[in-house]
């Protein structure tokens, strides 16, 4: 059965390879080669006799010599090629031979037909039509080819190849531009292109034609793009590490120098733009802060392979450095992090594989030696609560172990392109769990259906903080006025400019390093529902007690978690839709909720929120007093807190 769906496959294989191989190899390959470059004496001797075939054929030879070892050093996942090959690399080389590939994570496979329909744009999704373009899965298939040597592989890659480079060329229409050649597409190609031709190279259905197709075809995408980088942000860094990368990997030619050169320049600007001072990069997305972590090593890795590691200087190893300290002090003791600005939630295991990677490049780094070790080797940070104050990321932390209790909280400035109108918003983690994840991202962009879906997710309303009307927040620039640790008492106060006449203050007291008090005002002219809002998670099964406005979730192993509103003014507790997304096109429903009150005048209103951690399927009884001198206007905090009888009195000067 399987034999019979490839044939037609492999028969139209056949006949397109073997028309490619039959097309006279020209001249016009080698003008893009400096023919000087080491080891290509031969090549330059039949170039000069105009034998161009014997040129192309020992050009092959050349490069068959020369490609041993694919370099995979600067994928955005890593490759271990001595380990077998995985389920998910297997099934997409498969699939691929009969032209049912996945373009998206986030879908299944998508049948592209026998003869492959490039433009096919099976779900409006903008991500799955751009995604094809990077044609991930031409890895896949060169990962199983070097492990079997089964030359279907090969064959099917070489006839995707042409079929790709002869359907998409550029200026086609715009609208194919937009797509196929958009310079995040074609850093993607040129990345993970040069490991699959350093593998394909090898078969022996590779030819000499083939050969000068491939490399002229590659030299037109790497030159393309080191003259159309995108203007800033991520992809800038991306394409400008993968040109670097081209370079490196196809030194033969002419341009690559310039290649090289360009996209260290660009590296070495943009990370002084890009990177706040204290590490984190300026789209304030943990994931893509991450992936530039990465962007950044890579290229550093690819000067080294090139013997030019010196053109970056001290500065950007040390900037590097500080990102990966910023990522470990917005962690959470599982190595997950919060799902802020589009991120999707990762797992303990990619985030060692990384650390490991960060640890060869700082050895002498003790901090980031114990978590690429898992706490075996190395020292743990030494501070606890630690806030990263140009970015706006500030973590309340008891331990760095399990057990520990943990908040990150986000209060920045505007964010690029991935930041969500979020500000004040948080995750909670306590003795092993993360209560209160933030609402993620679900997709990214496509037609008005899409967008919609999209949308949902980036409304303020599904994110722990204040909104007016429950409408978006208007302006994300938070400006701190306190930042204070201490063994009893860490505490936190920033104003946001939320909306027009309205300023929202939130002050975070982490009382005792157990629990927190969390004070919010809304300052200004502006008049109408104000709530504070609050989202759990999915399996937290809580009890609402509109009585005591009161929310607390009720896990069987007695880990729980009391949020209660303290006002003594009348405040509403209102049940809300809640749903959460760890990663693209997966949702789930979960609890959420607001404490509301209106805002008829010009004077403040305020809301006194408790989030306390209790062991049992009990809730504690909670209240507050307001003691003489209490002034929130002022930020003088003078409190009894009574938690089961006992007290305890909060002062804040």
């Known amino acids: 059965m ?53 040129a192309a054929n020992a050009l092959l030879n050349y490069y068959k010599k020369k490609s041993k070892d694919p370099d995979f050093s600067a994928t955005e996942e890593a490759i271990e090629l001595n380990q077998p090959i995985d389920k998910a690399t297997r099934a997409a080389a498969d699939s691929a031979l009969e032209h049912k590939f996945k373009p998206h994570k986030g879908y299944g496979f998508f049948d592209y037909g026998k003869d492959i329909n490039w433009q096919y744009w099976p779900v409006k999704d903008n991500e799955v039509r751009w995604q094809l373009h990077r044609v991930k899965w031409w890895q ?55 490991p699959s031709f350093n593998i394909f190279v090898h078969s022996s259905n590779f030819t000499p034609a083939f050969l000068m197709a491939f490399l002229t075809n590659y030299h037109q995408q790497a ?56 590490g984190v990069q300026w789209e304030l997305s943990p994931n893509y802060h991450v992936a530039m972590i990465n962007t950044f090593l890579s290229a550093l890795r690819s000067a080294q392979k090139a013997g030019m590691d010196q053109v970056f200087p001290t500065s950007y190893k040390e900037t590097v450095e500080k990102m990966i300290l910023a990522t470990i002090n917005f962690s959470f003791p599982d190595y997950t992090y919060p799902v802020f600005s589009d991120a999707k939630l990762v797992d303990k295991s990619s985030m060692l594989k990384s650390y490991a990677s960060w640890a060869k490049a700082f050895p002498h780094n003790e901090v980031i030696r114990y978590y690429a070790t898992d706490g075996k080797k190395g020292k743990q940070p030494p501070f606890l609560s630690h806030g990263l104050t140009t970015s706006g990321f500030y973590t309340f932390r008891n331990g760095w172990h399990h057990a520990s209790t943990v908040m990150v909280l986000k209060a920045s400035p505007p964010g690029a392109f991935h ?93 005792d390093q157990q629990y927190f008090l969390v004070i919010d005002r809304a300052i200004g002219k502006a008049t109408g529902i104000i709530g504070t809002h609050f989202q759990l998670k999915e399996n937290s099964n809580p009890v609402f007690d509109r009585q005591r406005h009161a929310v607390y979730t009720t896990y069987a192993d007695g880990n729980n978690l009391l949020i209660q509103n303290l ?51 009990k809730a504690p009884v909670i209240t507050l007093k307001e003691k003489p001198g209490n002034n929130y206007e002022t930020g003088t905090i003078r409190l009894t807190l009574t938690v089961d009888g006992k007290t305890r009195d909060i002062t804040v000067q």
């Open 2 to 54: 399987i034999i019979k769906k490839l044939v037609p496959v492999l028969l139209l294989t056949t006949i397109v390879l073997t028309s490619s191989a039959q097309q006279p190899v020209g001249k016009s390959g080698f003008d893009l080669l400096n023919l000087d470059y080491p080891g290509l004496e031969k090549v330059k001797a039949q170039v000069q006799a105009q034998n161009y075939p014997a």
């Open 223 to 278: 030159d393309y793009l080191s003259n159309n980088y995108a203007d800033r942000g991520n992809h800038r860094l991306f394409e400008a590490q993968r040109v670097l990368f081209a370079g490196v990997s196809f030194p033969e030619f002419k341009k690559a120098a310039a290649w090289r050169d360009g996209g260290v320049s660009i590296l070495n600007d943009e990370i002084k733009k890009q990177v706040y001072p204290d």
């Open 567 to 617: 006002n003594q003014d009348a405040i509403a507790l209102k049940e809300e839709d809640g749903k959460v997304s760890y990663s693209y096109r997966q949702e789930l429903e979960r609890p959420a909720f607001v404490f509301e009150k209106s805002k008829t005048a010009n004077a403040a209103q305020t809301f006194i929120t408790l989030l306390y951690p209790f062991n049992g399927k």
């Open 419 to 511: 930041a969500q109108p979020d500000n004040g918003t948080f995750e909670l983690w306590i003795k092993g769990r993360n209560f209160t994840p933030d609402a993620g991202c679900y997709v990214y962009a496509g037609d008005s259906t899409i967008m919609k879906l999209r949308d949902w997710y980036r409304q303020t309303r599904v994110h722990s903080t204040l909104t007016l009307n429950n409408e978006n927040m208007v302006i994300t620039r938070a400006a701190l006025q306190q930042w204070k640790t201490g063994k009893g008492l860490n505490i936190l106060t920033y104003t946001n400019p939320s909306y027009e006449n309205l300023d929202h203050q939130r002050t975070v007291l982490f009382i």
């Open 140 to 194: 896949s298939m060169a990962l199983v080819y070097r492990a079997t040597k089964d030359e279907r592989y090969a064959k099917e890659w070489m006839y995707q190849f042409t079929d790709w480079a002869k359907k998409n060329p550029f200026g086609l229409s715009k609208d194919n531009d937009k797509y196929a050649w958009r310079p995040l597409e074609i850093s993607d190609r040129i990345l993970n292109l040069a």
